[in-house]
């Protein structure tokens, strides 16, 4: 005989809610529709360098000195070439670097057909003559080639507008940063060379799994240095700076195209409470990775998607999120300030700028291996503040050692440029790791704008200083990156840690762990209850 009776009270059928990562998982975490959509971002990235560092070439400042008609005259009649014609005919001045050099800015004032200076007698005395401005423009020692500097006569009292022109890119990069990053932040996807660059970045690390996150983002930005490798050999060819411009700008209309191609990240639908399109897209990314979703799909759901509307008050209303941001910003400013001017700085210190640039750009693949080697076994933290201390190392340090030793100088200033391009690179998917969903695009977007502060400052901070002694900025790179790399010790390690998706995440990282573990443990657990309360049922 059997009877049926209640033993204890049934456990009412628990719905887990699946995230987005569980159902990653199913759909593939870097499948065919992941690897198509990190393609198509590589092709931006590729030109961004021609934009971000192009002033190198475009408003290169070759040799010059003062234009005078009497002294073109004696040139022409005499066959005098470039070079005689500067040694016998322009002052000496006393340089900033030490030495005597020749004046780019003053000419003798006199008039060379009373002078006695023959085609034969070249050599005079004209060390008691006066001298003047240069009122009838400049000669540059730059044949066949154009710059905006030489075109416009952009030198001495005129210099100052070189660094506005790449001051003025990176007010366009600080505004065009907040605008994007704001409307992506609103499920419009702009590309703006800057903001869809670092849009895409974001959109990349969110909807790969964790384990892909660090070698698409740092094979993203090889591709920039792919870029930096191409820009000097494009320069040399192309010989006029307007036809660079137009090299480096059109790939960008042909961008506006992705739209059509490129989901919106269903992390970011699911933070702003977009569920069933959220839905959508992760069905469509896997059937495309030809993957097949369990029915957890349909309960995929952000329990604080009704709290998240992005907002700058969110970046540092909290003492984790204010650290996180302040920490940041510092970090961009001094990437973009010692990395903008290590760059720029080639085109000043007197050497072939295409073979400069291209051995400067040739460490930058080092650094991207570095980082894939050391961030996955060490950690982000340790490899982010060691490369920021070794950049300003080698910046002090080779401002000290003398011109004459240029291979060892070469060699020190590399590995500066070495460390501060993984400084860079790891500062943009530190930044990424550090910021909830909801407001990860606002967050790298607000933090980065202290990139484009750095762009604007770099210049002047270069050129300026430089006047006063050659060497002076890179102590000044120095200082800055040294304090850069004493804060980054101060933040959290996010080595295997995934994205988080609130701003608890951010303030209690123990605890939330702490809870994803006793969830689990209760989904394991719940099942087997249930059936051994089941079967006490029947007797």
């Not at 931006?44 to 290169?60: D, E, K, M, R, T």
């Not at 600080?174 to 932040?185: K, N």
């Not at 009704?306 to 909290?318: E, G, H, M, R, V």
Request: aromatic residues 14%.
């Amino acid at each position: 005989m059997s009877s049926s009776f209640r033993t204890g009270p049934l456990l009412p059928s628990v719905t887990t809610m699946a995230t987005f990562d569980d159902i990653l998982e199913e759909a593939g975490t870097f499948g065919r529709c992941q690897k198509r959509i990190f393609a198509l971002m590589c092709f931006v990235s590729l030109p961004f360098a021609g934009v971000y560092v192009g002033i190198v070439f475009q408003g290169f400042t070759p040799e010059h000195w003062c234009r005078d008609q009497g002294v073109s005259d004696l040139r022409r009649g005499c066959g005098w070439s470039l070079e005689d014609t500067r040694r016998l005919t322009v002052p000496l001045v006393n340089s900033s670097a030490g030495g005597m050099v020749h004046s780019q800015c003053e000419r003798y004032d006199l008039d060379w057909n009373s002078t006695g200076l023959s085609c034969l007698d070249p050599e005079i005395d004209l060390r008691t003559t006066p001298m003047t401005t240069c009122r009838d423009g400049w000669e540059y020692d730059y044949e066949g080639r154009s710059s905006f500097v030489t075109e416009f006569d952009l030198v001495c009292g005129d210099a100052w507008v070189v660094d506005m022109f790449q001051a003025t890119l990176n007010i366009g990069f600080l505004f065009g940063s907040i605008a994007i990053g704001y409307l992506a932040d609103r499920a419009i996807f702009g590309f703006g060379a800057k903001g869809g660059w670092m849009s895409g970045y974001v959109l990349m690390t969110e909807i790969v799994g964790v384990e892909y996150r660090r070698t698409v983002g740092v094979i993203y930005q090889m591709f920039f240095s792919v870029g930096i490798l191409i820009l000097p050999l494009l320069a040399y060819y192309i010989t006029d700076w307007r036809w660079l411009q137009v090299v480096f700008t059109v790939p960008f209309i042909f961008f506006l195209a992705y739209y059509w191609f490129i989901p919106e990240s269903p992390r970011w639908l699911l933070s702003q409470g977009k569920a069933r399109k959220a839905v959508e897209i992760t069905k469509d990314i896997a059937k495309e990775n030809n993957k097949t979703l369990s029915k957890n799909i349909e309960t995929m759901r952000d329990d604080n998607a009704d709290l998240s509307t992005a907002s700058f008050i969110d970046l540092i209303k909290t003492p984790n999120m204010r650290k996180h941001t302040f920490i940041l910003m510092f970090n961009w400013f001094t990437s973009a300030v010692v990395y903008q001017g290590l760059i720029m700085r080639v085109g000043i210190t007197g050497g072939n700028v295409y073979i400069d640039f291209l051995i400067s750009g040739l460490v930058e693949f080092p650094a991207a291996f570095l980082i894939l080697f050391t961030i996955e076994r060490i950690g982000r933290r340790l490899p982010f503040a060691t490369a920021n201390i070794v950049a300003g190392a080698s910046c002090i340090i080779t401002a000290f050692i003398p011109d004459s030793m240029f291979w060892f100088k070469t060699a020190v200033a590399c590995i500066g440029r070495l460390g501060i391009t993984m400084a860079f690179e790891m500062v943009v998917f530190v930044n990424t790791e550090l910021y909830p969903t909801f407001i990860r695009n606002l967050g790298v977007s607000v933090c980065s704008t202290l990139c484009d502060v750095g762009g604007i400052v770099a210049p002047f901070l270069l050129y300026r200083l430089a006047v006063i002694w050659l060497e002076l900025p890179l102590i000044i790179f120095g200082a800055i990156a040294f304090v850069a790399g004493g804060l980054v010790l101060l933040l959290p390690e996010t080595r295997g840690v995934p994205l988080p998706e609130t701003i608890d995440d951010i303030e209690f990282p123990n605890r939330n762990k702490e809870n994803s573990w006793n969830v689990q443990q209760m989904t394991n657990l719940l099942p087997s209850d249930v059936t051994a309360n089941k079967e006490t049922m029947t007797v």
